[in-house]
């Protein structure tokens, strides 16, 4: 059974970066879309980008365009979202998810895979 452990979260100054990390147990992802989401405090889990399978292609939520950037290792089976330029709204619990198809989906409910979250706060 494929598990999704993500990693790299904590606490940053607004204008800082971080890079999130999220490790696929089990047998290869590559072939799947992966997805990054979050959670802000009080607030509905949220799309944030997702990678097509073997990386082809990305979408991301309008709100992290230019800062975020989601990538894939497929030997490694890990993707990653590097975040820069962070801000105040960006704080949030931040989940890493696996889609059974190879296309990307800004909806939650196409993601059946998720991870346990990891959480990211911007100080500001």
């Known amino acids: 059974q494929v598990q999704l452990v993500e990693s790299g979260g904590g606490v940053v100054q607004a204008g800082g970066s971080l890079r999130l990390s999220c490790a696929a147990s089990g047998r290869s992802s590559s072939s799947f879309a992966m997805g990054w989401f979050r959670q802000p405090p009080g607030k509905e889990r949220e799309f944030v980008t997702c990678i097509r399978a073997y990386g082809i292609s990305t979408n991301y939520a309008d709100s992290v365009k230019g800062r975020f950037t989601i990538s894939r290792d497929n030997a490694k089976n890990t993707v990653s979202l590097q975040m820069n330029s962070l801000k105040s709204e960006d704080t949030a619990v931040y989940y890493c998810?696996?889609?059974?198809?190879?296309?990307?989906?800004?909806?939650?409910?196409?993601?059946?895979?998720w991870g346990q979250g990891t959480q990211v706060t911007v100080s500001s």
């Open positions: 998810a696996r889609r059974p198809t190879a296309s990307c989906s800004t909806s939650i409910d196409d993601y059946n895979i």
